[in-house]
């Protein structure tokens, strides 16, 4: 067995071995240390004596460096003995508890006391079971900083006291909107990364779609769980057509949809229907929005008018000027470029995305299909120059090319 097979079996049990820990240490930052020994370790004897049970092997060789770390705790040798009772003796983990230890665990990662960044960074190592390695490179960010944000969140954990269990049910709602917008995040980077030379980055996309599911089976009440989990399997079905074979990106209009992935369509057709059955909430809508693109022939066959009263009920639950910006986009399909730029103007007056290219980026495309030229020009060079996205930027100069 070598580095592949021990990536392979860490990324399936790393939550489950961290909580089960976390519960019996009652100490996160021990638990995530100790595990993450555990895999340094099958790196380097897997190869050599490959376990019979090899998820097995890493709770308890986990569970004993948890142990060996608490010996060395003299204020904490009550703990030790409680938890060294029988030392070769896997931790007997309750199945009936193990969802609500990994839910727990979740909501430990994306505690409100932790900053956003620290909150992505340990969701992704703790929960998503990647190395800061694998975090720096799917966030353009130095391996330092992802290190340094792991380590200031379990400081910051520990100096809170957060104990390792579930929210009150008075809280779970409004605690679970911060783990719902964690997972989120960490979508829209895999789906239009920020920065770098790449627009897609699908192994971020996939692993945040995985979270999801866990949530989604751990939360089977909660439509917004349903409806993030739909948006994110609409979004990401429409990725293989996304790019040429030079990564090059396909605008929406250009895509051969015959290339969109159908077996997402039908699995976030279908989540869309949980999260519809109790009304949809901000998420469910994004979705209700991607799942008529999705059942659309073509963009002059797509249903614009229906995609307007979608956006302006996400106004009304989740107002953003993102979302006035999308709902312009669309009320200018629907009705025309005229009233799309009324809209993106009413966003220029009043400074509300200061910063972004995508309102210059918009208000160019609108430009053009008006015939203002110069303007357009001048609107699309300034995203360009915003843009901070190499792909992105290409295909606004691009366009700003094709007015010539």
């Given at each position: 067995?070598?580095?592949?097979?021990?990536?392979?079996?860490?990324?399936?049990?790393?939550?489950?071995?961290?909580?089960?820990?976390?519960?019996?240490?009652?100490?996160?930052?021990?638990?995530?240390?100790?595990?993450?020994?555990?895999?340094?370790?099958?790196?380097?004897?897997?190869?050599?004596?490959?376990?019979?049970?090899?998820?097995?092997?890493?709770?308890?060789?986990?569970?004993?460096?948890?142990?060996?770390?608490?010996?060395?705790?003299?204020?904490?040798?009550?703990?030790?003995?409680?938890l060294a009772a029988d030392p070769e003796t896997d931790e007997a983990v309750d199945p009936d508890r193990i969802d609500d230890d990994v839910l727990a665990l979740m909501f430990i990662s994306c505690h409100p006391v932790l900053s956003p960044e620290a909150r992505v960074a340990l969701t992704l190592r703790v929960v998503g079971g990647l190395t800061s390695e694998e975090?720096?490179?799917?966030?353009?960010?130095?391996?330092?900083?992802?290190?340094?944000?792991?380590?200031?969140?379990?400081?910051?954990?520990?100096?809170?006291?957060?104990?390792?269990?579930?929210?009150?049910?008075?809280?779970?709602?409004?605690?679970?909107?911060?783990?719902?917008?964690?997972?989120?995040?960490?979508?829209?980077?895999?789906?239009?990364?920020?920065?770098?030379?790449?627009?897609?980055?699908?192994?971020?996309?996939?692993?945040?779609?995985?979270?999801?599911?866990?949530?989604?089976?751990?939360?089977?009440?909660?439509?917004?769980?349903?409806?993030?989990?739909?948006?994110?399997?609409?979004?990401?079905?429409?990725?293989?057509?996304?790019?040429?074979?030079?990564?090059?990106?396909?605008?929406?209009?250009?895509?051969?949809?015959?290339?969109?992935?159908?077996?997402?369509?039908?699995?976030?057709?279908?989540?869309?229907?949980?999260?519809?059955?109790?009304?949809?909430?901000?998420?469910?809508?994004?979705?209700?929005?991607?799942?008529?693109?999705?059942?659309?022939?073509?963009?002059?066959?797509?249903?614009?008018?229906?995609?307007?009263?979608?956006?302006?009920?996400?106004?009304?639950?989740?107002?953003?000027?993102?979302?006035?910006?999308?709902?312009?986009?669309?009320?200018?399909?629907?009705?025309?470029?005229?009233?799309?730029?009324?809209?993106?103007?009413?966003?220029?007056?009043?400074?509300?995305?200061?910063?972004?290219?995508?309102?210059?980026?918009?208000?160019?495309?609108?430009?053009?299909?008006?015939?203002?030229?110069?303007?357009?020009?001048?609107?699309?060079?300034?995203?360009?120059?915003?843009?901070?996205?190499?792909?992105?930027?290409?295909?606004?100069?691009?366009?700003?090319?094709?007015?010539?």
């Amino acid at each position: 067995m070598g580095p592949a097979d021990v990536e392979a079996v860490w990324r399936i049990e790393s939550a489950r071995i961290v909580a089960a820990l976390t519960r019996f240490t009652g100490d996160f930052g021990l638990a995530e240390d100790a595990a993450q020994e555990a895999v340094a370790e099958a790196l380097v004897s897997w190869p050599l004596d490959p376990p019979a049970n090899p998820a097995g092997w890493l709770r308890a060789t986990a569970r004993r460096r948890a142990i060996d770390a608490i010996r060395r705790r003299a204020a904490l040798r009550d703990r030790y003995a409680l938890l060294a009772a029988d030392p070769e003796t896997d931790e007997a983990v309750d199945p009936d508890r193990i969802d609500d230890d990994v839910l727990a665990l979740m909501f430990i990662s994306c505690h409100p006391v932790l900053s956003p960044e620290a909150r992505v960074a340990l969701t992704l190592r703790v929960v998503g079971g990647l190395t800061s390695e694998e975090i720096a490179r799917a966030f353009l960010v130095p391996v330092p900083t992802v290190q340094a944000r792991i380590t200031r969140g379990k400081k910051t954990i520990a100096a809170a006291g957060v104990p390792f269990e579930l929210p009150p049910p008075a809280e779970r709602r409004e605690r679970l909107g911060g783990v719902l917008s964690v997972v989120y995040v960490i979508f829209t980077e895999g789906s239009t990364a920020t920065s770098g030379e790449e627009l897609l980055r699908p192994d971020v996309a996939y692993e945040a779609i995985r979270l999801a599911r866990t949530l989604a089976a751990l939360l089977p009440d909660e439509p917004e769980v349903h409806g993030l989990l739909a948006l994110c399997e609409l979004t990401a079905a429409r990725f293989p057509a996304r790019t040429d074979a030079e990564g090059v990106p396909v605008l929406l209009a250009d895509q051969d949809r015959r290339r969109w992935d159908f077996s997402a369509i039908r699995r976030g057709l279908a989540e869309l229907a949980k999260a519809s059955a109790r009304g949809l909430g901000p998420y469910g809508l994004q979705a209700a929005i991607a799942a008529t693109h999705a059942s659309a022939a073509s963009v002059e066959a797509t249903d614009w008018d229906r995609i307007v009263v979608l956006y302006e009920a996400l106004g009304r639950v989740a107002p953003s000027p993102v979302v006035e910006l999308n709902r312009a986009v669309a009320v200018s399909m629907a009705s025309g470029p005229e009233e799309g730029l009324a809209l993106v103007d009413e966003l220029v007056a009043t400074d509300r995305l200061p910063g972004s290219h995508l309102v210059p980026t918009v208000r160019g495309e609108l430009l053009t299909r008006l015939g203002r030229l110069p303007e357009a020009r001048a609107e699309l060079e300034l995203a360009a120059r915003l843009c901070a996205n190499q792909r992105e930027r290409s295909v606004l100069l691009r366009k700003v090319a094709a007015l010539d």
